[in-house]
């Protein structure tokens, strides 16, 4: 089973994702991690973020590697544990700047859909084109939104809680931003498939929106079996 998650940046994604991994033991996916990964290995390499030729090298050599259960995904570069490392709000930014860059999309969905079939029970992907690009026959799509203020709420209030100084203000903006930036390049934007569940999180918990997404889940496989 292929279960695609998309939506913009603080709708629940990752957090859902690995939820529903862990309940239904499949693999996960967190496709941003990937991209987080490479915009780390530019950032070493002190590249100007507009020689897209360049990063897409990089791109294409860079060792990227997910491993161990949701709950602790451990992301590798090169061999590297870079786990903590791509977590940083520079490394986010410069992420959000590398993915819009055609050959480096390229390079990671053909990653990703590897990573995704070579899954012996299937595998939860969350990012910003899995259901339009990556898996567009995924066996089931969800979108993830809410709006602009409930995100950036909850963005500050977890890097509140991880010691990262910034305020509600600045962090609306980058969500806007960041919403901006995916929902406007010109490869693979942030859009919502006809065939996709869509669930506003605005108002709900996180348990209310899992028991949602298992409901279509086992709805899904009573139709197919």
């Not at 799509?141 to 600045?170: N, V, W």
């Not at 901006?180 to 498939?193: C, E, F, N």
């Not at 209310?208 to 298992?214: A, Y």
């Given at each position: ?20 991994a ?22 070493r ?55 819009t860059?055609?050959?480096?999309r390229?390079?990671?969905v ?17 990012g ?11 066996d ?12 950036a ?5 977890e890097d509140?809680a ?29 859009t ?34």
């Amino acid at each position: 089973m292929i279960i695609a998650i998309d939506g913009p940046s603080g709708a629940g994604k990752s957090t859902l994702g690995k939820m529903l991994a862990k309940k239904l033991g499949l693999l996960y996916l967190d496709t941003g991690a990937m991209y987080r990964a490479v915009a780390l290995a530019v950032m070493r390499r002190h590249l100007i973020f507009d020689d897209n030729s360049a990063i897409a090298e990089v791109a294409g050599n860079a060792g990227i590697v997910l491993d161990g259960e949701p709950d602790a995904m451990r992301v590798f570069l090169d061999g590297e544990d870079v786990s903590v490392a791509i977590r940083t709000l520079e490394v986010a930014q410069a992420a959000s700047i590398v993915s819009t860059i055609s050959e480096v999309r390229r390079i990671m969905v053909d990653h990703q859909r590897k990573m995704g079939q070579s899954a012996a029970s299937g595998c939860v992907l969350e990012g910003r084109d899995i259901g339009s690009v990556v898996f567009p026959n995924a066996d089931l799509k969800f979108f993830l939104t809410a709006t602009p203020e409930a995100r950036a709420r909850r963005r500050h209030t977890e890097d509140q809680a991880k010691g990262r100084i910034s305020t509600y203000e600045q962090t609306l903006a980058e969500i806007n931003e960041r919403d901006k930036r995916d929902t406007s390049r010109a490869d693979s934007p942030l859009t919502i498939t006809d065939d996709a569940v869509v669930i506003d999180t605005s108002e709900l918990d996180l348990t209310e929106v899992f028991e949602r997404m298992t409901g279509k889940i086992t709805e899904r496989k009573a139709s197919t079996a």
